[in-house]
Nanobody, 119 residues
Framework: QVQLVESGGGLVQAGGSLRLSCAASGGTFSSYGMGWFRQAPGKEREFVAAIPWSGGNTYYADSVKGRFTISRDDAKRTMYLQMNSLKPEDTAVYYC????????????WGQGTQVTVSS
């Protein structure tokens, strides 16, 4: 069982930056692929970025490619999402998840952190 806690959300102006963190406890963090997802009001949850357990290739939604960077520090049991050049359409609750990047199956989820980008 892995428990995930997101932090780092907040209110930022368009063009600004935020770094989200996802701290894990329990389980074997290094053996899980990790992902970031987001859900805007009235919309379905969508994929943002993922990084496999090996920390190799990373994957991004087209809407954030070139602006967001996912990374992980297994020693700290933490995953990050560096978000630059933020846009109002990035406003959402951001969730981290642990599972398999290859199968796109995520078994453990955090409670989410709100990101609001003002225009």
């Amino acid at each position: 069982q892995v428990q995930l806690v997101e932090s780092g959300g907040g209110l930022v102006q368009a063009g600004g930056s935020l770094r989200l963190s996802c701290a894990a406890s329990g389980g074997t963090f290094s053996s899980y692929g990790m992902g970031w997802f987001r859900q805007a009001p009235g919309k379905e949850r969508e994929f943002v970025a993922a990084i496999p357990w090996s920390g190799g290739n990373t994957y991004y939604a087209d809407s954030v490619k070139g602006r967001f960077t996912i990374s992980r520090d297994d020693a700290k049991r933490t995953m990050y999402l560096q978000m630059n050049s933020l846009k109002p359409e990035d406003t959402a609750v951001y969730y981290c998840a642990a599972g398999s990047v290859r199968s796109s199956r995520y078994y453990f989820w955090g409670q989410g952190t709100q990101v609001t980008v003002s225009s």
